[in-house]
């Protein structure tokens, strides 16, 4: 193996790929570098050049193309393309760092961008840069190594072979879930890949679900790839394969691609169902994505980059596309470094929990604890059946991981001897931290408390997972009250990434400390709240049962007034409610009524389903929700119904949101708007490329028409003006 000089890497926004102005956009752009090793390949099969992309960091930031980037890699490029020529080399390969290929472009500048000029520079950047690679006159082969996303899975489409890790934890074409489409030959190359039906998976199916990743081995059986090989020796494997393709000892017969134009309107069809359900017609990424694929039947690739290229450019002009950018950024750095919590030195260890319960909650609790802090975990319970019952929930929920091949044999049999339970709540005398998981009733609560403080030292931690009651109440009558704190978890617990963290009026600052670092070593978006009742996300969410519950009960069917908020939340409404537990959403709602009685309602649908026991608002037929005629007949029958349409009822709701998001921040429930947004997102699987909640209210003018003003400046959520 010999290594030629690198071509020297151009500084930013210089060369013919990039538009000069470019630079200036993306001042702090992690240059992603392209150094080439040759490569003899075994068996005599000539010389490959192999491309590693790399940025000098480690896997946790990872590869991403940037102006200064695809200068540098165009550059490159250009050179392989002289060499290829001259006949030095006999091949092309393309690999990342270890555990990376590469995530995409780099969006950091876009915020900067305010000329449509400037965004198309930009697609026509990495369209050049791509096409160059695919028009090199030897074979191209990617080794996809590591995750890949976005222009990362673009550029190893625009190579002749692709081979891939069986450890690749993600590959994903994410753009539509932001707010953009795969703009750098995606939305032409996958669907002549792979055929338009598994393309349009890729492109807006997964995305559109809470933007679902494939791993290695799925991506293979989609045929992104053309062989698998075990990360181990994955480098050394692919260049051997390479060999072999190179001197004709391996054969590659792809299927061919159904070229019948009924069969790629079918799947588009499906794929608009698709994105009608989950954007409601309110985001344009996924139709431009989708527009662009059905186009790949018959487009020139010179025709389906321009195509491309214009759809990049109107969407980076988005509005949809900058409050994505924005939720982004709150998910990965405002999440990191939660606003208002105290220095992380005051945080105590913990090297025990015990958790007060042993029903749904507090086992889906013992089985994150035990994975995330991988110290004992003590569950109490009323009697030995209920105990046994969720240590075994436990035990069966690592046994699955590990039959998964999440956990090893080791660590399943280590977790589960961490995790014990008792009727006592003696095991909790050496415990550094003690959570509640019991029946949402103050008096309850307050009980447990006072019987767990009599036995744990003076520094336990007291937490509860109330999702609506007061810390401080709760922590009033206890010898030491600056030990309680609120650690409200989202059900799902293992699933849903937010956890509010509630102090109450005496809670000091290292137990606030010790909650936040628990939340981030259980892998938890913690945000700190204000003692309120219901907190952030349960009482947006309660403020909109509140409206909705009015607008069902004056006479608008159910159906529809769910119709309204498609693109909104990841579901609708009522069958979010159902998800939850009508009896849950009604006791939240009861909590905020006796609260704030002037703005919340109580639905007297509401509390006929619940008084009826019923477990939700629909039943499911073929995988799709209709409404339950029993909870019809239980919903009020007004004498002179209102039925008001999608449109009306969705800025009636909105605004309601509008206002009780305003008065939250006036009464510093929640420390700045950005942490509304957090909430809803990661609480309440509000959609990225509304930017939560805030940034959809000041597009739409509602929080101006409402409030009198918007929640964020003007280009921190939008375009820039």
Request: hydrophobic content about 45%.
């Amino acid at each position: 193996m010999t290594t030629p000089t690198q071509p020297t890497q151009p500084p930013a926004g210089t060369g013919a790929s990039t538009s000069p102005d470019l630079s200036a956009l993306f001042p702090d752009e992690v240059i992603t570098w392209t150094p080439v090793q040759d490569v003899d390949l075994p068996g005599g099969a000539g010389t490959l050049a192999l491309v590693t992309l790399d940025n000098g960091f480690d896997h946790t930031r990872p590869n991403t193309f940037g102006p200064a980037t695809l200068t540098g890699l165009q550059a490159t490029l250009d050179r392989l393309a002289q060499r290829a020529t001259a006949g030095e080399i006999q091949a092309v390969g393309v690999t990342g760092k270890p555990f990376i290929f590469a995530v995409g472009a780099d969006l950091t500048g876009v915020p900067k961008v305010t000329e449509r000029h400037h965004a198309v520079a930009i697609a026509r950047a990495g369209h050049r840069a791509f096409a160059t690679l695919m028009d090199l006159e030897v074979p191209t082969f990617a080794f996809l190594n590591g995750a890949a996303m976005g222009g990362g899975v673009e550029m190893a489409l625009s190579c002749d072979y692709r081979t891939i890790s069986a450890g690749v934890p993600a590959l994903a074409l994410p753009e539509t879930f932001l707010g953009l489409v795969p703009g750098w030959g995606g939305c032409y190359l996958l669907p002549n890949l792979i055929g338009p039906v598994d393309a349009l998976k890729v492109i807006i199916e997964n995305p559109m679900n809470t933007n679902r990743m494939l791993k290695g081995p799925q991506a293979f059986e989609l045929g992104i790839a053309d062989v698998m090989f075990e990360p181990a020796d994955f480098l050394e494997e692919s260049l051997a394969w390479a060999a072999s393709v190179l001197s004709g000892a391996t054969t590659l017969a792809r299927p061919q691609v159904e070229r019948d134009e009924a069969t790629w309107a079918a799947a588009a069809e499906a794929a608009k169902g698709v994105a009608n359900v989950r954007t409601g017609g309110q985001s344009p990424a996924p139709y431009r994505a989708i527009q662009l694929v059905l186009a790949a039947r018959t487009a020139s690739r010179d025709d389906a980059f321009a195509a491309e290229d214009e759809a990049l450019a109107d969407l980076l002009m988005g509005e949809e596309l900058r409050a994505g950018l924005y939720a982004f950024d709150l998910v990965q750095k405002r999440a990191k470094r939660p606003a208002g919590t105290p220095d992380r030195a005051l945080a105590r260890p913990v090297t025990k929990v015990g958790i007060v319960g042993a029903g749904l909650m507090a086992s889906q609790l013992a089985l994150l604890f035990v994975q995330r802090l991988e110290v004992p975990v003590v569950l109490t319970d009323l009697d030995q059946g209920r105990v046994d019952k969720g240590v075994a929930f436990v035990h069966a929920g690592l046994a699955k991981l590990a039959a998964k091949g999440r956990l090893s044999p080791d660590r399943l049999r280590r977790y589960q001897a961490l995790v014990t339970g008792s009727t006592s709540k003696d095991g909790f005398a050496d415990a550094d931290v003690v959570i509640e998981a019991v029946f949402e009733e103050m008096s309850v609560k307050k009980q447990v408390f006072a019987e767990v403080e009599a036995v744990v030292s003076h520094t336990c931690v007291l937490a509860t997972n109330t999702s609506s009651l007061s810390i401080s109440e709760m922590a009033s009558g206890l010898a030491h009250p600056e030990r309680v704190v609120g650690f409200h978890f989202f059900n799902p617990v293992t699933v849903m990434p937010l956890l509010e963290i509630i102090p109450g009026e005496g809670t000091d600052d290292a137990t606030l400390a010790t909650a936040f670092a628990t939340g981030k070593t259980l892998r938890k978006t913690c945000v700190l709240v204000r003692d309120t009742p219901s907190f952030i996300a349960n009482r947006l969410l309660g403020r909109l049962a509140s409206e909705i519950g009015r607008i069902v009960d004056g006479g608008t069917p159910i159906e529809v007034a769910d119709s309204a908020f498609a693109g909104l939340a990841p579901m609708p409404p009522f069958v979010l409610f159902g998800l939850v537990g009508p009896a849950i959403a009604l006791h939240n709602l009861e909590t905020l009524a006796r609260a704030f009685p002037e703005r919340f309602h109580v639905s007297e649908g509401f509390r006929a389903v619940v008084a009826a026991g019923k477990p939700g608002f629909y039943t499911w037929s073929g995988g799709r929700p209709v409404l339950d005629p029993e909870v019809a007949a239980l919903l009020p029958a007004p004498a002179e119904p209102v039925l008001l349409p999608p449109t009306e009822i969705r800025e009636r709701v909105l605004g309601a949101l509008a206002l009780e998001a305003r008065i939250m921040l006036d009464e510093g429930v929640a420390q700045a708007p950005m942490d509304l947004d957090l909430a809803m997102i990661t609480g309440a699987g509000f959609q990225f490329w509304n930017g939560g909640l805030t940034p959809l209210l000041d597009r739409t003018g509602i929080s101006e028409k409402v409030t009198g003003k918007r929640f964020l400046p003007r280009g921190v959520a939008s375009v820039p003006v």
